[in-house]
C-alpha cells in the first residue's frame, strides 16, 4: 500500500520564480493538507483540500495556492518567491477524523 | 487556535536510558498524534491517540484528554531513536480543522 508520496525531493528556484510542488495521497485518502516547516520548526498548516476545494487556509499569503484533481492528487503552487520561502514542504492526507494524518517525506525548497 | 506545547525541548541520553516527553495542548481535542521526524525529514506516524494508552514495542504514549496532556514513553533508548519527536493536535471544535504542532523535543541518544 503506497503511502504519500511528494514530488521533488528537492529544488533550487531564484527570487521571483514560481514553483509547483506535487502530491499523491495514501490509498484511499480523500483530504490533502499542505504544511510548511523551516528549519529547527514545527510545520505549519497552509492549507487543505477537500472535494477538489480549498476548504480551510492557514495565515499564508495569497502566493501560496492550490489544487486538488479528481484522483485526489493535489499541488502546491507559490508565485513571486521569496528567499524566506525556503523550507521544506510537507503534504499530508487523511480520510474523515478518526484515523489521523499520514505525510510525505517532503520537498525541500531552497530560494536563492 | 489551539496551543500546543512540548518539554523539554532538547534531551540527551546514554543508549539504554529510558524518558518521557509531555505535550501539553490548550482546549479539546478529537485527534493528537505523535510524530518522528527522520533526519531526511519524513514525519513517521508513531502513534495515533486522542485518548488513552497505547504501546508499541519500546515505545508507548498516554493522552489524558480531561486534563489535556499527553506523554511518550521511551524505554531502553537506541541512537536509531535520536530525532525530532513532534505532537501534534487537531481541536475538538465542530466543523473541519487541521493539525497544530508543538515545537518538538529534539533528542539525542549517545552509545
Known amino acids: 500500500d503506497a503511502g504519500v508520496t511528494q514530488s521533488p525531493t528537492h529544488l533550487i528556484k531564484t527570487r521571483g520564480q514560481q514553483v509547483t510542488l506535487r502530491c499523491s495521497p495514501k490509498?484511499?485518502?480523500?483530504?490533502v493538507s499542505w504544511y510548511q516547516q523551516a528549519l529547527g520548526q514545527g510545520p505549519q498548516f497552509i492549507f487543505q483540500?477537500?472535494?477538489?476545494?480549498?476548504?480551510q487556509r492557514g495565515n499564508f499569503p495569497d502566493r501560496f495556492s492550490g489544487h486538488q484533481f479528481p484522483n485526489y492528487s493535489s499541488e502546491l503552487n507559490v508565485n513571486a518567491l521569496l528567499l524566506g520561502d525556503s523550507a521544506l514542504y510537507l503534504c499530508?492526507?487523511?480520510?474523515?477524523?478518526?484515523?489521523?494524518?499520514?505525510f510525505g517525506s517532503g520537498t525541500r525548497l531552497t530560494v536563492v | 487556535g489551539i496551543q500546543v506545547e512540548q518539554s523539554p525541548p532538547d534531551l540527551i541520553l546514554q543508549e539504554g536510558a529510558n524518558s518521557t516527553l509531555r505535550c501539553n495542548f490548550s482546549?479539546?481535542?478529537?485527534?493528537l498524534q505523535w510524530f518522528h521526524q527522520n533526519p531526511w525529514g519524513q514525519l513517521i506516524n508513531l502513534f495515533y491517540?486522542?485518548?488513552g494508552t497505547k504501546q508499541n514495542g519500546r515505545l508507548s504514549a498516554t493522552t489524558v484528554a480531561t486534563e489535556r496532556y499527553s506523554l511518550l514513553y521511551i524505554s531502553s533508548s537506541q541512537t536509531t531513536d535520536s530525532g525530532v519527536y513532534f505532537c501534534?493536535?487537531?481541536?475538538?471544535?465542530?466543523?473541519?480543522?487541521?493539525?497544530?504542532f508543538g515545537k518538538g523535543t529534539m533528542l539525542l541518544v549517545s552509545p
Open positions: 501534534a493536535v487537531e481541536g475538538g471544535f465542530s466543523g473541519y480543522s487541521t493539525l497544530t
Open positions: 482546549d479539546s481535542v478529537n485527534n
Open positions: 499530508a492526507s487523511s480520510f474523515g477524523n478518526n484515523y489521523g494524518y499520514t
Open positions: 490509498s484511499g485518502h480523500d483530504t
Open positions: 483540500y477537500y472535494e477538489e476545494e480549498e476548504r
Open positions: 491517540i486522542p485518548s
